[in-house]
């Protein structure tokens, strides 16, 4: 069963930095990509930033997170990083780590998610 955890979230101050973790276990392929979404209170949940699965994977990034939020993944610990720098209030929310099955083209699997809260 694949299962996804996350960890790293937490209260901080604007502009302030914070790092998120999602570690991946009983996954038997290696090669998938994977990706961070958030839901803020009232919204829908809207795609942060994604990741392939090779070293030279291009990530991509929302546009409102462009500059200041970096993807980056550890195959030896299957685990993949949000790092969040200048963050702003408008970036709390709910942070959820997802992967899609063997050949999907749909993030299938999904963490619990862990809160972030940017205060002013």
């Known amino acids: 069963q694949v299962r996804l955890v996350e960890s790293g979230g937490g209260v901080v101050q604007a502009g302030g930095p914070l790092r998120l973790s999602c570690a991946a276990s009983?996954?038997?392929?290696?090669?998938?990509?994977m990706g961070w979404f958030r839901q803020a209170p009232g919204k829908e949940r809207e795609f942060v930033a994604s990741i392939g699965w090779t070293s030279i994977s291009y990530p991509y990034y929302a546009d409102s997170v462009t500059g200041r939020f970096t993807i980056s993944r550890e195959h030896a610990k299957n685990t993949v990083y949000l790092q969040m720098d200048s963050l702003k209030p408008e970036d709390t929310a709910v942070y959820y780590c997802?992967?899609?099955?063997?050949?999907?083209?749909?993030?299938?699997?999904w963490g619990q998610g862990t809160q972030v809260t940017v205060s002013s």
């Open positions: 009983g996954r038997t392929d290696s090669t998938y990509p």
């Open positions: 997802a992967a899609p099955r063997m050949g999907s083209p749909e993030w299938d699997y």
